[in-house]
């Protein structure tokens, strides 16, 4: 699977990639078995708000960066790439203040809209949780600006075993509260401590400093990022994050639960995969891509290579995942199984396409990745929607995942146009 993207990339990347790579099967590998723990100390209706609270701060972390954590790769100049740094830190901490007096106020009025109450008393922990976010992403985007890949491979991991192990001590404990939740938090905020005084040590010795005029001029200099990026993110976090709001209000916290409980099952480490592959390519591709040289024969020879090593994984999956979660995880969770028969369609093809995401805005096709992401937004909430009217999750994932497949797939498509013109951008 690796043998095209490694030729491509070269010694040092290759090194590069297997360290992130294997910090995150590795931090993969250890929520992978402490599931088994997890399941039997929490209830499908705990998994339920603990993925309604995630989807609420994906959605809010978008808007507290407005995305220019993104472009913290672009400047030639590391002094530019510091005044971005410290301009997605204020606006993260500026937007979570803002935040805190109408999540206050109105916490039990947005619990009752989302379709559960006990989200109300979560309700105050979003700002933090959006301040660690937005530290950690900023930390994230600058380490691999500096090629401090070694320090993105430990966070990967440190921040996978932190989580975990923390949902693990709050379920023994029995807390009254939800541990799922708590162990988020806890084991996030240890992770970007790590990871930011770490790029704070590697600021400080370039002795730059940040005035409020810097921060404007790189504002306006990266205005598309909050202009279409932020957008885009925002559409493709909510369409990410629909099922969830959608089966809790449409069904219950019990039904989002299991969605959730079996969705993470394959998406985390396809989600883990395809950043750790895109941190490095996207990387050595605009380098690339700069010097002119033709990047489409390789980019298609790495998605076939993908394609193939991704039927290993997908297709017991497909075959036996209500028998597996039975086994492994309880009668209770069988339907997460179910659940996940249905999406693996969707998630194959996310497997795909997702480490190709970063194509169109080395070619400034924000505008066109922002049209259809609108309209698989739309297509998603009328696939759930129709499902709910008809009181059957079942159909309704189907319908979901249906759709998706096809949209991912053709997004994938144009990927793959985008790289095979990069030459005629060039001249």
Known sequence: MLRSLM?????????????????????????????PVLSRLFVPDDFGLAALYLSMLSI???IST?????????PREDRAAIHLFRLVLRLTLLFSIMLLLPLTLFRTNIANMLGNPAMASWMLFVPLSLIIHGTFQASLF???????????AKSTLLQQGLISSSKVFAGLLKTPFNGLIAGQIVGQLLATCFLYFAT???MLKQKIRTTTKDLIVQAKTYSQYPRYNMFLSLTNNLSGSLPIFMFTWGFSAEVAGLYAFGYTFVFRPVSLFSQSTQQVLSQKMIEHYHQGKYIYPVLKKMVGRFFIAGLIPFIPVMIWAPELFSFVFSDTYEASGRYLQIL??????????SPLTFLHELFFKQKTAMIIDVIYLILRFLALYIGIR??????ALAFFSGVSAVVVGYKLLWFLYLAKQSIKHKH
């Open 60 to 62: 809010l972390s978008v």
């Open 344 to 353: 693996s369609p969707w998630l194959f093809m996310v497997f795909l396409a």
């Open 200 to 202: 704070l040590r590697q």
């Open 66 to 74: 407005a995305k220019y954590e993104q472009a913290i790769m672009l």
């Open 142 to 152: 600058y380490s691999n600006r500096t090629k401090m890949f070694s320090r993105m």
């Open 7 to 35: 030729k491509f990339l070269r010694l040092e990347p290759i090194r590069h990639f297997l360290a992130l790579f294997s910090s995150s099967v590795i931090g993969q590998g250890v929520a992978l078995m402490l599931a």
């Open 390 to 395: 008809m009181q059957n999750e079942f159909y």
